[in-house]
């Protein structure tokens, strides 16, 4: 008996390391099954549009463009549907699955159904069309918007860096602009006050993130009965969040379908918002029984308004940026002739590139971005990131009242900074008071105080430079891409 159970044995272990190479060969390979699935819906994009425009004069050119569209597209999916999603993720709210689920639904609904905008900001708004030579360098310098607005994002990604994919469009455009026009050709007072926003959009996130916080805490959480302040600001919390998201949508959503003032969008906010508080009294009265006097039991209250706007946001998201991916394919369609139109407008089957586009980048890639946003700058929990999606609304609106150019991922981003900063100079009050439970009581050394700062300061800083450097390195990449593609297209 002895031989064949030391044969068996060997077996075991030959058969137990087989198992381990091919587990640590699909782990390896699980990457690229993604790049493969992007890798596919580029291609039928092209088959796509070759269906449609192929045997047109300039088709091939169109063709082109959508390939660059899509791959745009799937990079703004992977990396700029974080900033919705995150904080429901981070704080438990949405597990990583359903929010994908979500998103993706919401993004494409948000596209096709409110996203026909029309693009004359992108197109005309950076640099003026008349400054091109002729109609193909024209196409030519979209080409090469797109191209570097979706490698710069991609890089971005990879480096676990939520941009803004706006500024990169806009950086592509005024990169191709100077290289093939000049730079008489940019509209400089625009770009300045895209540069502008650089600046307001996450301060302006921050400190209303930080200011909602405060309130909650002096109304809610640092409260002797927690429960009951929040069966009664909890509903009105929940009406506010329902008239900023009405307006927002209103605004920034659903402009295509109803053609509303900004008078009338806070109107139809306030409607909204009253609708909601008076729904919401008995849902919380309901949620609220038997649970304990903690911190802890105050997600389960703040857990649908948290749902809700991750849903609402990522329906903006899809109908307001999705002109990002294919505002310059639309140009291009435009400029050869395909849209009869007087204004520049996006064709239904250019939308369908975009919508589906940034959909699929999202359930590919977007985990990784999600996850990072959500639990990787600072811990957020359900009033915090209800914080940081009410400020990312009430801040768009404002900044549209102002006229203001702001990014909807720096006002998310710097919400989520004004959380950890806000938590971080509480904890040093409470150790100037000589608390010594608090992270930062002097009882504890400085190097342990400085290791458990609230806010990573290496994401800090590699957010705040990627910002920084979105429109020069697109402007750069563009002009390259342009030049390159001027020499075997044009």
Not at 290 to 319: D, T, Y
Not at 457 to 474: C, G, N
Request: charge should be positive; proline fraction near 3%; hydrophobic fraction near 55%.
């Amino acid at each position: 008996m002895q031989g064949p159970q030391r044969t068996w044995e060997a077996l075991d272990r030959d058969l137990n390391r087989i198992s381990r190479v091919e587990d640590a060969a699909f782990y390896v390979a699980r990457p690229l099954v993604g790049i493969g699935v992007a890798m596919v819906f580029i291609a039928l994009a092209a088959v796509w549009a070759t269906l449609i425009v192929g045997g047109l004069p300039g088709g091939v050119m169109i063709v082109l463009a959508s390939v660059f569209a899509a791959y745009l597209a799937l990079n703004i999916g992977a990396n700029d549907v974080a900033n919705n999603m995150g904080p429901a993720v981070g704080a438990q709210a949405l597990t990583m699955g359903w929010a994908l689920a979500i998103a993706a639904v919401c993004e494409t609904a948000g596209a096709l159904i409110a996203g026909g905008e029309v693009v004359g900001t992108i197109a005309n708004g950076i640099v003026a069309p008349t400054s091109f030579a002729s109609t193909d360098i024209f196409v030519i310098a979209m080409i090469g918007a797109l191209l570097s607005s979706a490698i710069w994002i991609n890089l971005a990604t990879w480096i676990g860096a939520p941009v803004s994919t706006t500024h990169a469009i806009v950086g592509g455009m005024l990169g191709a602009g100077i290289a093939a026009a000049g730079f008489g050709g940019v509209d400089w007072g625009g770009i300045g006050r895209i540069a502008l926003s650089w600046v307001i959009s996450p301060l302006l996130g921050g400190v209303l993130a930080a200011a909602v916080l405060a309130a909650l805490h002096r109304l809610i959480i640092d409260r002797a009965d927690k429960i009951a302040a929040a069966r009664v600001w909890v509903p009105v919390l929940i009406g506010v969040m329902s008239w900023a998201f009405g307006a927002y949508l209103t605004i920034k959503g659903l402009k295509q379908i109803v053609h509303v003032t900004f008078g009338g969008a806070l109107l139809i906010g306030l409607a909204a918002g009253v609708i909601a508080y008076l729904l919401s009294r008995p849902y919380v009265r309901y949620k609220a029984k038997g649970l304990e006097n903690r911190n802890k039991s105050l997600k389960v209250l703040f857990q649908l308004p948290l749902v809700l706007s991750a849903a609402l946001m990522s329906f903006a998201h899809g109908a307001n940026d999705v002109s990002n991916a294919i505002g310059p394919l639309a140009a291009i369609v435009h400029a050869l002739g395909q849209d009869s139109s007087s204004a520049i407008t996006i064709p239904t089957w250019v939308m369908v590139i975009g919508a589906l586009g940034i959909s699929v980048g999202l359930l590919l890639f977007g985990p990784k971005l999600i996850a990072m946003v959500g639990d990787q700058i600072t811990k957020l929990n359900a009033m915090r990131a209800y914080c940081v999606a009410l400020s990312a609304a009430v801040t768009v609106i404002a900044a549209s009242w102002l006229g203001l150019p702001v990014s909807s991922t720096h006002i998310a981003i710097g919400g989520i900074f004004g959380v950890g900063f806000f938590r971080e100079w509480t904890e040093a009050r409470r150790m100037s008071r000589g608390d010594d439970n608090s992270p930062t009581s002097p009882s504890i050394a400085t190097e342990e105080r400085s290791r458990r700062k609230l806010v990573r300061r290496s994401h800090f800083l590699t957010i705040i430079a990627a910002w920084v450097i979105t429109v020069p390195a697109t402007a750069f990449l563009s002009a390259l891409s342009f030049l390159t593609l001027r020499l075997f297209v044009g």
